[in-house]
């Protein structure tokens, strides 16, 4: 999945809602990534943009302890990483939280499918401008929030 098949998708702004906490205006974001240094320049991107980081992991099943320990509102998440890998920790995490999202960010581009079918909201290749990985985030973000809505019956 890429960006442009969710151009659609609402845009984040102020008073577009909330995320998963009391009073939440931002996304909450998982970043899991076994390399530390993309871990620290996504943590930076993201931050820079207003977007809270809750938590850090470096393998896939650390990703899925932290997901269902801090219910993130987007999980970024590398492919190829020790312990477990990606895919099937993006299944464990949408089968436990089925409203978080999850973003895939990889170097791999020969993997979008898998990632589809595990259930990740899109697919970025690393190298992906900013700008795009922040929309992308925001964008991941509105769905959880208006899927939130009409699970509670506050929303359409």
Partial sequence: MDAASHAGAPRADADAGTGSGPGAAVPRVLLVDDCAEVRQGLRELLEDEGIEIVGE???GAAGVSRATELAPDVVLM?????????IAATRQIKQALPLTQVLILTAYDEWEHSAR???AYAYLVKGTG???VRDVVLQAWQLKVGLERRADGTGA
Avoid: K, Q
């Fill in 57 to 59: 992991a470096a393998d």
């Fill in 78 to 86: 590398d492919l190829r990483m020790p312990v477990m890998d990606g």
């Fill in 130 to 132: 900013p700008a795009l």
């Fill in 117 to 119: 079918v595990a259930g």
